[in-house]
C-alpha cells in the first residue's frame, strides 16, 4: 500500500479529496470506492501498481476521434471506480474491490516497468482506461512521470467518468500530466446520476467546464440507454449545454448493451443513435459521432461537408487533413492533429 495524495485530517479520520465523493473515512476504514483505506491516520490507496492487464490499441477505441488520429496507446487501469453504474461493461474490473479485497491480489506493475513497455512497444501514448483513473491517479501520475523521463513525446490520456476532484485536476494541470481526457456525460439529470450510477451530476459538469477551460483536448461520450436517458428532452439539453461549452466539442453517442445489473433493459436501437445525432447537431455541435454505424463516424467538415478522416470501425482508412485544414475549403477542424 503506498500513501495517497490529495487528502487531509479531521479528527482521527481522514477526509479524502480526490473525487467529488469527498469522504470521510475513520480509522480502519474505506473510502465509498473501497480503493482508499484509513491507515493508522495515514490515507493509502490499495491500487498502487496494480494493473489488471496491458494491450495495445487505436486511440479511436478510446474513443478519441480529434487526437492524433491513427496512433497507438498502450492501456491499462486497475481494479475500482468512483461511481457503480448499474449496466458498467466493465463490473468486473470496476465494481470487484467492493465485493472482496482479495480484488488487488494481483502482481505489481511498476510505473517505470511501463515506462519501458511503452517505449518497447512504440506506442504513441499511453492511455489510463477502463475502469476509472482517478482511482489509481497516483499510480498513473507516476507513470506518467517515468515515462517523461524516458519519451517527452509520448501523450497520456484519460478515458474518465469526470466525478474527480478539483484538487486532482489542479494537480493535473499544475504539473501537466495529461495532453487529453475524454468525458463521459451519462446523463442530464441528477436523478440518473444518484440512482444508476451512484454519483451526482453537478461534479461531472464543473469537471467538464474545467477541462474545456485548460489546454488539455475534451472529447465527450453519452451512451444512450433505452428509457433512461434517451428521451428527446434531455438529449437536447445534452446538446445545448455542449454547444454553449464549445460548438467544436465531439460529442459521441454510443450504444447500450444491456449487462451487470441492467440485464432488463434493451440495447440501443440505431434510429435513436441517429436521432440523437441529428439532435445534437440541430443545438449547432459540428462534430456529432455514432460509434460502428457506417458512415456516421467518419470526420465531415463542418463548412463544406468534404470527408477529411474516414474512419471504418476503429481504423482510420482515410485522412484528407492538410495542416488540420479542410483540404477544400481549408477551414480549421478543431483538434490536435500533428
Ligand atoms: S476516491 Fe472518492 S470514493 Fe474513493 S475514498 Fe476518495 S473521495 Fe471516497
Ligand atoms: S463510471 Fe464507467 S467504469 Fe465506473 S462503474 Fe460507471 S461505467 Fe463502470
Known amino acids: 500500500m503506498k500513501d495517497a495524495l490529495l487528502w487531509k485530517k479531521e479528527g482521527g479520520a481522514v477526509r479524502c479529496l480526490l473525487c467529488a465523493h469527498s469522504c470521510l473515512i475513520p480509522a480502519g476504514g474505506v473510502g465509498y470506492c473501497a480503493c482508499r483505506v484509513n491507515e493508522r491516520g495515514?490515507?493509502?490507496?490499495?491500487?498502487?501498481?496494480?494493473?489488471?492487464?496491458?494491450?495495445?490499441?487505436?486511440?479511436e477505441k478510446k474513443p478519441f476521434y480529434h487526437f492524433h488520429p491513427g496512433s497507438a496507446v498502450l492501456s491499462f487501469g486497475t481494479p475500482g471506480c468512483t461511481m457503480r453504474c448499474l449496466g458498467c461493461q466493465n463490473w468486473h474490473?470496476?465494481?470487484?474491490?467492493?465485493?472482496?479485497?482479495?480484488?488487488?491480489?494481483?502482481?505489481?506493475?511498476?510505473?517505470?516497468?511501463?515506462?519501458?513497455m511503452a517505449v518497447r512497444e512504440l506506442a504513441d501514448g499511453i492511455a489510463y482506461t477502463y475502469s476509472e483513473p482517478t482511482i489509481f491517479f497516483e499510480y498513473a501520475r507516476d507513470t506518467i512521470l517515468e515515462t517523461k523521463k524516458l519519451d517527452k513525446k509520448k501523450f497520456h490520456v484519460f478515458v474518465s467518468n469526470g466525478f474527480f476532484s478539483e484538487q486532482m485536476w489542479n494537480l493535473v494541470t499544475k504539473e501537466k500530466l495529461l495532453d487529453a481526457i475524454r468525458i463521459d456525460l451519462k446523463s442530464f439529470s441528477d436523478a440518473f446520476y444518484r440512482e444508476y450510477c451512484g454519483a451526482r451530476l453537478e461534479p461531472v459538469l464543473e469537471s467538464i467546464k474545467r477541462v474545456r477551460k485548460s489546454k488539455i483536448h475534451l472529447e465527450l461520450i453519452t451512451l444512450l440507454i433505452p428509457g433512461k436517458n434517451d428521451s428527446a428532452e434531455e438529449v437536447r439539453a445534452i446538446s445545448e449545454w455542449v454547444a454553449k461549452l464549445g460548438k467544436d466539442v465531439p460529442l459521441h453517442f454510443i450504444r447500450f448493451f444491456p449487462q451487470y445489473k441492467a440485464g432488463d433493459l434493451q440495447a440501443t436501437s440505431e434510429g435513436a443513435l441517429r436521432g440523437a445525432k441529428g439532435i445534437a447537431e440541430e443545438a449547432g455541435l459540428r462534430y456529432v459521432y455514432v460509434g460502428n454505424l457506417g458512415g456516421e463516424d467518419d470526420t465531415l467538415c463542418p463548412r463544406c461537408g468534404t470527408k477529411v478522416i474516414g474512419r471504418a470501425g476503429f481504423s482510420v482508412v482515410q485522412n484528407a487533413l492538410r495542416g488540420g485544414k479542410c483540404p477544400s475549403c481549408k477551414t480549421k477542424i478543431a483538434g490536435v492533429w500533428a
Open 93 to 116: 474490473l470496476s465494481q470487484s474491490p467492493r465485493e472482496s479485497r482479495r480484488a488487488f491480489d494481483i502482481p505489481e506493475t511498476m510505473p517505470a516497468e511501463i515506462a519501458a
Open 42 to 59: 495515514v490515507l493509502k490507496t490499495l491500487t498502487y501498481g496494480k494493473s489488471t492487464g496491458f494491450a495495445m490499441d487505436p486511440i
